[in-house]
């Protein structure tokens, strides 16, 4: 024992990071207790501390297997694989109560403490210099744990994004069919080359589905019309006018007329009506519909 | 120009689609304040609107700088749209309607010179192109928020 310790006591470790490695899973038990006290396990499992304890095993067993494998600088290491979904919930709950990214990370970097603690009260009699290999591995072990829970955070924040963008095309391109045979899409907001494509298809599905004869662009909705979008509008009107049917551009506010003659646009080729009452009433006459009173008096009425 | 008026009241990245949105927004909102009437901000959302997409599509993206500025009996608002883009060789021709060297439809330098009081633009190839353009309000500066 007394030679074993002297040993000890003057070798540099090989290895610190499998040293950490077999230390991390001698105390795995204390660790997960300390661990389910820090705030970042306490206040995503709340329902029963065994929840935590068992949590904070997990992500010790992924640590350990990561400075196992001596790479405790690499966030893209195996180990780290079945704990990327839990720390990504874990940072997820967190954010939710309102918490900044950076003191996620904060948070995150506190399990180092007691991690070192039980470390050093480890290596009593061990030489300053590996005392100070096998804690430096800790840390750039901690440091990588931080990492990995930062990078998944955040690709979780862009898939949210990405899901959210796509439902925002869908929701936001309704065809509505006003009569039969004349259809009408409501435009809102920015009309960008992603939305004009989807806003066209969508279109030109009804017009089939729905035989229609005249289809609607209502652009009340669209708060600028610079050149890119009058060309989206343009290829718009085209299109439907190569299935068979007529487009009628409606919703043109004043302003939005002055700015397009300034501009230079030429939409003489389009059919234009100041608001989709206009252009319901248009293509009703065209489909040789017309919309009467029902009683003779109502004209006075009103 | 008046001291009091003048001042960088922003610096807006143009790097993306998006940064588009908040361009457009911005001069909206500025223009708003400063008391522009419906029309004019229209005019001016949408020259900021075409100057913008070039600098991102033509000159690979730079910055766009706003600045209040006053002379005394009016106020105005001055866009600045900069990059370090191809730069372009020929102004003369890229002004005029219709030609493009992308696939747009031309008209976005031109157009948004007709839709602002003051246009300047400085290209160098090689280095980047800077377009100013200035609007000014019809009458003097309403007090803020009101209609």
Redesign the interface.
């Known amino acids: 024992m007394a030679e074993h310790e002297t040993a000890a006591r003057h070798r540099t470790p090989e290895n610190p990071g499998s040293e950490v490695g077999a230390f991390l899973r001698r105390r795995r038990e204390q660790l997960a207790q300390r661990w389910a006290d820090e705030p970042l396990f306490r206040t995503v499992f709340t329902v029963a501390r065994d929840e935590a304890v068992e949590a904070g095993r997990v992500v010790v067993d992924a640590l350990a297997q990561v400075a196992g494998h001596g790479r405790v600088e690499d966030p893209a290491d195996p180990g780290f694989t079945v704990v990327r979904e839990q720390l990504s919930r874990m940072a997820a709950a967190r954010a939710r109560t309102g918490l900044t990214p950076s003191r996620v990370s904060t948070e995150v970097d506190a399990l180092r403490v007691p991690a070192d603690e039980l470390l050093v009260a480890e290596l009593p009699d061990a030489s300053a210099e590996h005392v100070r290999a096998c804690t430096t591995a800790l840390t750039v072990l901690m440091g990588t744990l931080r990492l990995v829970v930062m990078e998944t955070a955040l690709s979780e924040g862009e898939a949210l994004i990405d899901r959210q963008r796509l439902q925002l095309l869908e929701v936001a391109t309704p065809v509505i069919r006003l009569w039969d045979g004349i259809v009408a899409v409501p435009l809102i907001g920015?009309l960008?080359s992603a939305r004009s494509q989807v806003v066209m298809e969508t279109l030109l599905e009804s017009v089939v589905d729905q035989q229609a004869r005249f289809a609607i662009l209502d652009i009340t909705g669209v708060?600028?019309?610079?050149?890119?979008v009058?060309?989206h509008l343009m290829k718009t009107v085209a299109a439907v006018r190569l299935m068979g049917a007529e487009c009628v551009v409606s919703g043109i506010r004043?302003?939005?007329a002055?700015?397009i003659v300034?501009?230079?646009?030429d939409l003489g080729t389009v059919i234009t009506r100041a608001s989709l009452a206009d252009a319901l009433g248009y293509a009703l006459r065209r489909l040789g519909a017309d919309i009467v009173r029902a009683a003779p008096g109502g004209a006075q009425a009103r | 120009m008046s001291a009091a008026a003048a001042g960088v009241e922003a610096r807006l990245p143009i790097r993306s689609d998006l940064d588009l949105v908040r361009v457009r927004q911005h001069v909206r909102q500025a223009s708003a304040t400063l008391g522009f009437g419906l029309v004019e901000q229209t005019k001016l959302v949408t020259a900021a609107s075409e100057l913008a997409r070039n600098t991102l599509v033509y000159g690979g993206g730079g910055e766009v700088e706003a600045t209040m500025v006053g002379d005394g009996r009016r106020a105005g608002l001055r866009l600045t749209f900069s990059d370090r883009g191809p730069g372009i060789p020929d102004l003369e021709r890229a002004l005029s309607d219709g030609y493009t060297s992308g696939v747009g439809l031309g008209l976005g330098l031109g157009g948004a010179r007709r839709l602002v009081h003051e246009f300047a633009i400085d290209s160098t190839p090689g280095v980047g192109t800077t377009v100013t353009v200035t609007s000014w309000t019809a009458r003097a500066p309403r007090p803020r928020g009101g209609f």
């Open positions: 920015t960008d708060p600028t019309v610079d050149s890119l009058a060309q004043p302003a939005i002055q700015t300034h501009l230079g646009l």
